[in-house]
């Protein structure tokens, strides 16, 4: 049974940067995809960035291009979101994910299609 455990977040200033972590437990972790996803108080969930497990394939959202960088150790099966320049219209829970029927992105798979959810990890940018 796979797990996924986020963590890193907290409270930045506006311009700082902040990397989350998503512990990966269970499963067979060889071509899944692994997206983080954000979801700020009365809005909907949104995708923030994917990668491909094996290879490393990454794509963003246009929101968060050149300011965050998906990463991932298969050896110690961690995920990283790396999030530089931050901005307060940042400010969400964000969570990691796992898209077991993926394995290779051509652009980030709907949310639907993530079969697997951690607990989420706030992120909080003051002006």
């Known amino acids: 049974q796979v797990e996924l455990v986020e963590s890193g977040g907290g409270l930045v200033q506006a311009g700082g940067s902040l990397t989350l972590s998503c512990a990966v437990s269970g499963g067979t972790f060889s071509t899944y995809v692994m997206g983080w996803f954000r979801q700020a108080p009365g809005k909907e969930r949104e995708s923030v960035a994917a990668?491909?497990?094996?290879?490393?394939?990454?794509l963003y959202a246009d929101s968060v291009k050149g300011r965050f960088t998906i990463s991932r150790d298969t050896g110690e099966k961690l995920v990283y979101l790396r999030m530089n320049s931050l901005k307060p219209e940042d400010t969400a829970v964000y969570y990691c994910?796992?898209?077991?029927?993926?394995?290779?992105?051509?652009?980030?798979?709907?949310?639907?299609?993530?079969?697997?959810w951690g607990q989420g990890t706030q992120v909080t940018v003051s002006s």
């Open positions: 994910a796992v898209a077991m029927r993926w394995s290779e992105i051509h652009k980030i798979p709907p949310i639907s299609e993530f079969d697997v």
């Open positions: 990668i491909t497990w094996n290879v490393g394939r990454t």
